[in-house]
């Protein structure tokens, strides 16, 4: 997030996009709500489905699921026809403009409406209000980043940000919403496949040089390792012969399960360190037992930037130990002794080695969570970054084109099927399936379907049905509603027995490596035609 929770109170327009902020961030949705309510903030949300947000909405579109990118420059077509643009923030603050306004140019809102399905009079009243508000700040999540173009659905909020010069004030900014609670902090501490911590390029000599003398070792190499995708592909080849996953539920949470499970057989050597026996640690040779985040001392970094402290509130059951203790005492009996891994000792180590930790401490965070940028033991944390420049000087606008999801509806495969998560279950269901009076408010999965899709398949909700993709297929109950639109299907992703993964496809952004979960063609199946087909 450029800005922080605070900003959205700010805010005289937001635009939430991809994010079902209510049942996904709760917290942050309340912010949103608050803003609307009480602050007279105008909130323009693009999503496909009927959402509580949708409430609150002054301006609702409802887009075609996968065409974020023509959406965006529909609205930034309008913002410079009508002559909305921030022009002295484009010139003092940016660069590329020209190239990307040249391709602006073939995004007019009639066009944009096709491809979309947003009528184009509802796509020019959005690009006013956010154009014309002092301050107005972006939310996204998932619903933008899990497609094949999910890198330039991002370009293209940073382009909207800095058309309209919203961007390194209060209320405003390019602020995604984390889909775990230390999605962030991981990220930071490099776990990415391409960065040490706080994403120093490992390909850079210099970097390594300084991480090689501070963990004495001769050698780090400088090649970018694998992404997940990409690990799960090498061990279905064959090429990976073991893995180690730590607080990851693959078996469920990727797409294509069935082609997950084919790669977990073939490895030789499978170690899961969780803090259940997940369905993924079913495959696992060696399962060590993990504590949770009220068993173990340490920090969160939150979607804000905001470093925080963790305290051990009870002991933890059994043989569970702190996922530090573990991975330490494996190295050691590797023959790399990696010394005193107690949390305050790691922070000291993390602000020695990552610029922008530099200046947080236990000692500091005693007494409240700190946003980084924070460089020395003065600075007080950064709330809103690019405030007088941004990291790589100007800003740089990008020429993003539409382009459409990896693969689209035909007559085999007639529905659209998007995925994601209830307010009840969270992510695979390791924790909150075992909760007995959420089991009772969602017991099972179902599939979203729209009244005019059911009528077609003489549907009235609560009967059994198939769903069916080119990777596999389904059995759950049908949930009649106009929550989704004709055309499109709705299935949360958090159930082992129904796994919506058994649907998606495997193909990624070219950039990211993120697979497409948010849009896969399918088909229902339904009656005596049912027994035909295979079930996951």
Wanted: glycine residues 8%; proline residues 6%.
């Amino acid at each position: 997030m450029t800005n922080s929770f605070d900003d959205l109170e700010k805010a005289d327009c937001i635009l939430v996009i991809g994010s079902n902020t209510t049942e996904n961030h709760p917290i942050t949705g309340i912010r949103i709500k608050r803003a609307v309510m009480k602050n007279n903030c105008t909130l323009i949300l693009a999503e496909p489905r009927h959402i509580r947000l949708c409430y609150y909405a002054s301006i609702w579109m409802r887009q075609r699921p996968g065409t974020d990118v023509a959406l965006l420059n529909g609205m930034m077509h309008v913002i410079l026809e009508e002559e909305l643009a921030d022009e002295e923030f484009i010139k003092e603050r940016t660069e590329g403009f020209e190239e990307f306004k040249e391709m602006i140019k073939d995004y007019p809102p009639e066009k944009v409406s096709e491809i979309t399905g947003v009528d184009a009079d509802t796509i020019r009243e959005a690009a006013r209000a956010y154009a014309s508000a002092k301050s107005a700040a972006i939310v996204y999540s998932m619903g933008i980043t899990q497609h094949v173009t999910g890198v330039d659905n991002v370009l293209s909020l940073a382009n909207l940000a800095m058309l309209t010069g919203n961007i390194g004030r209060e209320g405003t900014g390019v602020n995604p919403l984390r889909g775990q609670n230390n999605v962030q902090g991981a990220c930071d501490m490099g776990g990415l496949p391409n960065v040490f911590p706080g994403y120093q390029p490992v390909d850079n000599p210099e970097v390594r040089k300084k991480f090689e003398k501070a963990w004495g070792v001769d050698y780090l190499p400088g090649a970018p390792g694998l992404t997940l995708m990409e690990m799960m592909e090498g061990a279905y080849k064959g090429k990976i012969k073991a893995m180690y996953i730590m607080g990851e539920n693959p078996i469920l949470s990727d797409p294509d399960i069935q082609h997950v499970k084919e790669a977990m057989e073939k490895l030789e050597f499978l170690v899961v360190q969780d803090i259940y026996l997940t369905e993924t640690a079913e495959y696992a040779d060696v399962v060590l037992p993990a504590t949770c985040f009220a068993e173990k001392e340490g920090t969160f970094t939150n979607t804000e930037r905001r470093v925080q402290r963790v305290r051990k509130a009870v002991s933890p059951p059994g043989q569970a130990r702190e996922d530090s203790w573990i991975v330490a005492e494996i190295s050691r009996r590797l023959g790399y002794d990696m010394g005193d891994v107690e949390a305050s000792a790691v922070m000291k180590e993390i602000a020695s080695l990552t610029p922008s930790y530099a200046g947080i401490s236990y000692q500091r965070l005693e007494e409240k969570g700190i946003q980084w940028p924070c460089t020395s033991e003065d600075h007080p944390g950064t709330p809103i970054l690019h405030t007088e420049k941004f990291t790589r000087g100007k800003g740089l606008f990008h020429a993003v084109a539409y382009r459409p999801p990896a693969e689209e509806v035909d007559d085999e495969f007639p529905l659209l099927l998007t995925t994601g998560r209830l307010l009840t279950h969270y992510h695979t269901g390791t924790m909150t399936r075992r909760i007995e009076p959420f089991n009772q408010l969602v017991p099972h999965n179902r599939v979203w379907i729209n009244p005019r899709d059911a009528e077609q398949y003489g549907l009235s909700g609560g009967e059994e049905v198939v769903v069916e993709s080119r990777r596999g297929a389904i059995r759950l109950e049908a949930r009649v509603t106009d929550f989704v639109p004709p055309g499109v299907l709705f299935i949360p992703f958090h159930f082992a027995e129904s796994p919506a993964n058994a649907l998606t496809g495997t193909a990624l952004d070219p950039v990211a490596k993120i697979p497409e979960f948010k849009v896969s063609a399918v088909r229902l199946v339904v009656g005596k035609e049912m027994k035909k087909i295979s079930v996951v």
